[in-house]
C-alpha cells in the first residue's frame, strides 16, 4: 500500500491525525487574511470584463502567417482603441476590440483585409453589444441566489442550520478567493468565467457534504459515550476523509489542468480558458474549505448549544480529576522509588502503567482512538 494509502487507513482509523478543529482560529486568520486581501485586490485593481460586457467587435482571421503583434498594431492603428490577439489553433487570428460601432468595425476590418492581403469578405466581424453581458451577469445572480437558498434548506434538512451555515462561509470564501485571484492576475472576466464559478459552488458543496456525512456519522451516539467532546469527534470525521477529499480533488484538478495547460494551448484558450481557469483556481479553494473552514464553522455554532456545553464539561471534569490522581500517584511512587531503587525497574514498571492508564483518558483524541 502507497505512503498516502497508509496515511489514509490511520486517519480513518483515527491512529493519527491533525487537529483542525482544535487549531481553527489559526485556519480562521489564514481565511481572513485571504479574504481581506482578495476584496482589497478587487476594491483597488477591480475586474477586466471582457468584451461581452462592454461591448464591441470580435474580427476572426483566416489562417495567416501575421503575428499576433503586428495584427494588434494594424487594429489598433485603425480603430485607435485596445486591442486583444489571440491565436486560434487553426492558426486564425481573434482579435477583440471594445466599444467599436458598426462603422468603426467595417473600417477595422478593411485595413485588416488589406494588411492579409485577402477580400474584406474572410474577415468575419461579430458586433456584440453591451447588453448581452448584462443579461448574463443577471442571470448568473439570480441563479446563485436560488442555488445558495436551495443549499441552504438542503443542508438544514439533511443535516442542521449549524452546518448549513459553515458551508455557505466555504462557498463563499471560495468564490471570493477565485474573484480576487482574477483582479489581481488581470485575467478577463467572461461568460464562461460566470459558468465556472457556478460550477465552482457544485463541487465546493459536494466535498463539504462528504466531510459532513463523516462527522455526522462520528457525532451520532454523542451522549451515549464519556470520552470524546463533540469538537474531537467532529475533528476524527475531517481526519476520517481528509485522504479522500484530497485524491478526489487531485482527480477533478487533473482533467481541468490538460484542459487549462494543454488543450488552451493547442486549440488557442478562448472559452476552453475561460472555464477551466474559474475551475483550477475554484476546486483548489474548494478543497482546503471544506476542511479547514466548513466543520469547524458548524462546530464553533454546535459548542454553543447548552446540552453540547455540559456533556463536554463533565468530560473535561472527568479528564481534570483523572490528570488530578495520576500526578499524585506518581508523586507516591517517587517518594516509595527512593526507598526500592535495589527493586529496580518494577516500581518505573508500575508507573509507567499508571501513566498509561492516566493518559487515556486525558490524552488527546488520537491517542484515546487508538
Known amino acids: 500500500m502507497s505512503r498516502l494509502g497508509n496515511l489514509g487507513a490511520k486517519l480513518y ?116 453589444g453591451p447588453s448581452w453581458g448584462e443579461q448574463v451577469t443577471d442571470q448568473a445572480v439570480k441563479g446563485i441566489l436560488i442555488f445558495l437558498a436551495l443549499v441552504t434548506l438542503y443542508l438544514a434538512f439533511a443535516f442542521e442550520w449549524r452546518m448549513a451555515v459553515g458551508a455557505l462561509v466555504a462557498l463563499l470564501n471560495d468564490l471570493i478567493i477565485t474573484i480576487g485571484v482574477y483582479a489581481f492576475v488581470g485575467f478577463e472576466v467572461t461568460p464562461g468565467t460566470v459558468v465556472g464559478m457556478l460550477t465552482i459552488l457544485g463541487y465546493s458543496l459536494y466535498d463539504t457534504v462528504v466531510v459532513y456525512d463523516k462527522v455526522k456519522e462520528k457525532t451520532k451516539n454523542l451522549t451515549k459515550q464519556d470520552r470524546y467532546t463533540y469538537g474531537e469527534l467532529a475533528n476524527l470525521g475531517i481526519n476520517a476523509t481528509v485522504v479522500r477529499s484530497v485524491n478526489t480533488s487531485i482527480v477533478a484538478l487533473l482533467p481541468v489542468a490538460g484542459l487549462l495547460f494543454i488543450g488552451s494551448g493547442l486549440l488557442g484558450g478562448g472559452t476552453l480558458t475561460d472555464i477551466s481557469l474559474p475551475l483550477f483556481i475554484g476546486l483548489a479553494a474548494g478543497t482546503l474549505s471544506s476542511i479547514v473552514l466548513a466543520t469547524p464553522v458548524a462546530t464553533e455554532l454546535k459548542l454553543r448549544q447548552p446540552e453540547i456545553k455540559d456533556h463536554d464539561r463533565r468530560i473535561l471534569a472527568r479528564r481534570a480529576r483523572a490528570d488530578a490522581r495520576g500526578g499524585a500517584d506518581e508523586r ?18 508500575g508507573l509507567a502503567e499508571r501513566r498509561v492508564a492516566g493518559g487515556h483518558g486525558a490524552g488527546s483524541a488520537t491517542g484515546r482512538g487508538r
Not at 43 to 50: A, H, N, P, S
Not at 99 to 104: F, V
Request: avoid cysteine.
Open 13 to 128: 482509523r483515527g491512529e493519527t491525525s491533525y487537529d483542525f478543529v482544535g487549531r481553527r482560529k489559526l485556519w480562521y486568520g489564514i481565511t481572513l487574511l485571504l479574504v481581506v486581501t482578495a476584496l482589497m485586490g478587487l476594491g483597488v485593481r477591480g475586474l477586466t470584463m471582457g468584451i461581452d460586457f462592454q461591448g464591441g467587435a470580435v474580427l476572426t482571421t483566416p489562417p495567416t502567417s501575421l503575428s499576433e503583434a503586428d495584427a494588434r498594431e494594424v487594429a489598433e492603428d485603425t480603430s485607435g482603441r485596445s486591442a486583444d490577439v489571440q491565436k486560434l489553433g487553426s492558426g486564425a487570428l481573434r482579435i477583440q476590440v471594445t466599444g467599436l460601432d458598426t462603422e468603426e468595425s467595417g473600417e477595422t476590418r478593411a485595413a485588416l483585409a488589406e494588411e492579409l492581403g485577402v477580400p474584406t469578405q474572410q474577415i468575419n466581424a461579430d458586433l456584440v
Open 332 to 349: 507516591e511512587d517517587t517518594a516509595a522509588g527512593g526507598g526500592a531503587a535495589g527493586a529496580g525497574g518494577s516500581g518505573r514498571t
